[in-house]
């Protein structure tokens, strides 16, 4: 566990939450695993709140979530679902688990095993996606396999893969930003090498001097036509949060 | 005199055989419809406990205590060790068990264009079917191959079509491995199974371990061990069988959970029990029907005959005496109907156990939550109740005739010969 000025990473928005690094070093002199570490240091928060919308399409169907999320350190985070048909529906992060308070049947579901690959309400992003929150540097090899522009930013495009256990994509493809050191697309991979989803950085914003994910899409690659496009707003880093928001009694209040 | 009130009673049923002829249909439809719905309800019941064990949780599942405690997420961890030894103590234990190993796993299946979450079973094909009915289920296509040329498997009827594949397609599927990586990988579809059971024939899909290893890791562990015992002839003795083996199991292994289909079926069961007072109500209702028909017919025909009651006290009968004929007849009729209702609603009973009610046909797709309706309705035989319905239509016959008959008789003769 690494100490609390390492943060937190954005619950939802885990894989893809990005900081701005400002590229004092040239680029070109970086290994994989340099570029993997800033990468890492760039997505370290030690608390955030923000508002978020989520666009879940499927074929000619779009579904508009909206939530409100806090999160503290890597291990805990809580979202608050505020669209009308939602409303109420929370769920707890606590390092390994996860909750979910349901306020029509006034019960709590641990998300746990099996269940864990389903999508959240809907959604492109699995409960398992969520509840990765370990440094990408921890847990691949990475390599260097080329350059490309992509959305016209020069990006190193590195190779990641994994033989740990419990590595739920066991390899990666990633697009990074050679001057801030974000992540603008993934591609997530089987163990098979097929490939499992895709996600893309839309827009980014600049806060405390780092460039933070404002825009994400999220694709599951094993449907036609689908994906979840998530807009974070009212980014506030490092607020003030109650403790007793990371708690299952949250979800009565 | 009880002799002659006999022949009398005869002799008017056959003089007034229309009347004699709708009292009796009315009691034959009425208590042959009770002795049938009766039927189907028990069948219901077996019908949905056959299918849990020909498919799914046979007799009784053997697995660890750890398995048990988490089976609910469908975890590839906490499996049996010596499984081959084990199913020989078993057999040992129970001669006539049979076992198979099976674990099922959570996926996602995918054409491309949808992807569905699906129910995964890894299975012996060499011995599956010494537990399970699945061979049996084949709608398109064929069993595992001996010797695969390629990645095949099983699937659900309504998940091939909400898929929209058939037989020798490829289907995508996604899971969770051993180690907790995700994997993804294509399998042809060698078979299409057309299963009772509403939810596996929705998301089922099997496969061999063999290739179950290949796609969920080589670690993978056998985490239930299914057991077959022979079927009783009545569910009651079903159920008491499978507890007592399942008890004789963990009794001789530590650790070890036997799941019997007694305990497999509990929610089922409980619901059924819920259901019981439903049940009750509807042959009831059936069971009134009949009876006020009977009653019905039987009143009419006896005040259309109240004129010939005071010929009969004329003749010098007492009340006594006309009491005991209109009984009688009421009794003959009713034997007669009674008599008819069983042989039709046996008819239906046997039709309806041997070739089973096509609802199916009628309701294509029907989704009866845990009642299996592929194979059409079975009914089940119940001799109590046919018993009952027998004398509940010879009672009910006998009192409806009765009844006017003793207030005809304590008219006055003219009262009686005057009476329209």
Request: charged share 20%; proline share 3%; net charge neutral.
């Amino acid at each position: 566990m690494k100490i609390a000025q390492r943060a937190l990473i954005v619950f939802l928005a885990t894989i893809f939450s990005l900081g701005l690094g400002i590229a004092t070093i040239s680029a070109q002199t970086l290994s994989a695993e340099e570029i993997l570490t800033r990468v890492d240091a760039n997505q370290v928060y030690s608390a955030i709140y923000y508002e978020g919308r989520m666009e879940i399409v499927s074929g000619a169907r779009v579904k508009v979530k909206t939530m409100k999320a806090w999160a503290e350190g890597e291990d805990k985070a809580f979202i608050e679902f505020t669209n009308p048909e939602d409303r109420g529906t929370k769920m707890l992060r606590l390092k390994d688990e996860l909750w979910m308070y349901f306020p029509s049947e006034r019960d709590t579901v641990k998300i746990s095993g099996a269940m864990l690959r389903q999508g959240i309400m809907g959604s492109d992003f699995s409960y398992q996606d969520a509840m990765s929150s370990e440094e990408l540097s921890e847990l691949y090899t990475a390599s260097i396999s080329g350059s490309e522009i992509l959305e016209g930013r020069d990006c190193h495009i590195l190779e990641l893969r994994s033989g740990a256990s419990g590595v739920h994509y066991p390899r990666r493809k990633l697009w990074v930003d050679k001057e801030h050191f974000t992540i603008l697309r993934g591609e997530l991979y089987a163990k098979s090498g097929t490939l499992l989803k895709v996600l893309r950085v839309l827009g980014t914003l600049s806060l405390q001097g780092r460039r933070f994910p404002s825009v994400v899409e999220y694709a599951d690659q094993l449907k036609k036509n689908s994906k979840t496009l998530l807009t974070m707003d009212s980014i506030v880093i490092n607020p003030s949060i109650d403790p007793g928001r990371f708690s299952l009694q949250a979800f009565s209040r | 005199m009880t002799r002659t009130l006999i022949s009398i009673a005869f002799r008017n049923v056959v003089r007034h055989w229309r009347r004699s002829l709708i009292s009796a249909t009315v009691l034959t439809v009425g208590i042959g419809m009770f002795i049938f719905f009766d039927s189907v309800l028990a069948g219901m019941d077996r019908m949905t406990i056959d299918s849990m064990v020909q498919f799914n949780d046979a007799s009784l599942k053997v697995m660890t205590s750890e398995y048990y405690e988490n089976r609910r997420t469908m975890p590839l961890s906490h499996g049996l060790e010596r499984t081959a030894e084990l199913a020989a103590e078993i057999a040992a234990a129970l001669p006539e068990a049979t076992t198979t190993p099976r674990t099922p796993f959570m996926a996602f299946a995918s054409n491309r264009i949808d992807s569905l979450p699906a129910l995964g079973y890894a299975i012996d094909p060499s011995t599956d079917s010494l537990v399970f009915k699945l061979e049996n289920q084949i709608d398109t296509g064929s069993w595992f191959s001996a010797a695969p040329e390629e990645k095949e498997i099983l699937i659900g009827k309504l998940l091939a079509r909400d898929l929209g594949l058939k037989e020798n397609d490829w289907i995508l599927l996604s899971a969770r491995m051993t180690d907790d990586s995700l994997n993804a990988d294509e399998y042809k579809i060698a078979g299409i199974l057309d299963i009772p059971d509403m939810s596996l024939n929705e998301s089922g899909i099997f496969m061999s371990y063999a290739e179950a290893k290949q796609f969920l890791g080589d670690d993978l562990p056998v985490t239930t061990l299914a057991v077959a015992l022979p079927r009783p002839a009545n569910l009651s003795k079903e159920l008491g069988d499978s507890l007592a083996s399942a008890a004789i199991i963990e009794k001789n292994h530590e650790g070890i959970r036997a799941v019997s289909i007694a305990e497999a079926a509990n929610d089922y069961l409980a619901m059924r029990d819920m259901k019981a007072k439903y049940s009750s109500l509807i042959i009831f209702i059936v069971l009134l029907i009949a009876g006020v028909g009977i009653v019905n017919t039987i009143l009419m025909s006896v005040y259309s005959r109240i004129k010939e009651i005071g010929v009969l006290r004329a003749y010098g009968m007492t009340s006594a005496h006309i009491r005991r004929l209109f009984s009688i007849e009421g009794l003959l009729i009713g034997l007669i109907g009674s008599s008819a209702a069983l042989a039709l609603g046996s008819l239906l009973v046997w039709w309806s156990v041997r070739s089973g009610i096509p609802i199916g046909d009628y309701f294509g797709g029907l989704d009866m939550g845990v009642i299996p309706m592929g194979d059409g309705l079975r009914g089940e035989w119940h001799p109590g109740t046919m018993v009952f319905g027998f004398l509940f239509g010879v009672a009910a016959s006998w009192i409806s005739a009765r009844i006017p008959a003793a207030k005809a008789g304590k008219l006055e003769v003219t009262e009686a010969l005057r009476f329209v």
